[in-house]
C-alpha cells in the first residue's frame, strides 16, 4: 500500500492507512446512539451551536426515516468532506442544521 499524506504549511503528514473495519457504512443507530455524547463534549466548548447539531441530527434521521438503508450516511460523508475542504479553503465553517 501506498502511504497516504496531507500537505500541511508545516509540511507532509503521512497518514495512517484506513482499516477495512473501519471503513463501514454505519446504521442508522450505530450512528445516531453517540451522537448526543459528542454534541455534549463539542458544546461544552461551543454552547452555542447545540440548536444547530440538534437540527443537524434530526435532518439526517429524517432521511434515514424516508430513505431507508444507509443513503443518510452517505450524505453525512458527503457532507463532511465539503465542509471539511471549505474549512481548510477558506477557514470558514458551515451550519450544519436546517435553515
Keep these: 500500500m501506498t502511504p497516504r499524506e496531507l500537505l500541511t504549511i508545516f509540511g507532509p503528514v503521512e497518514l495512517r492507512q484506513v482499516l477495512p473495519t473501519q ?3 454505519l446504521t442508522t443507530t450505530e450512528f ?3 451522537f448526543p455524547p459528542y454534541r455534549d463534549v463539542f458544546c461544552s466548548a461551543l454552547p452555542d451551536r447545540r ?3 440538534d437540527n443537524y ?3 439526517i434521521l429524517n432521511l434515514a426515516l424516508r ?3 444507509n443513503g443518510f450516511y452517505s450524505y453525512h460523508v458527503l457532507f463532511s468532506s465539503e465542509v471539511a475542504g471549505h474549512v ?3 477557514n470558514l465553517g458551515a451550519y450544519w442544521g436546517t435553515p
Design 57 to 59: 441530527l434530526t435532518l
Design 67 to 69: 430513505f431507508g438503508n
Design 51 to 53: 440548536p444547530e447539531l
Design 23 to 25: 471503513s463501514k457504512e
Design 32 to 34: 445516531a446512539y453517540p
Design 88 to 90: 481548510q479553503q477558506y
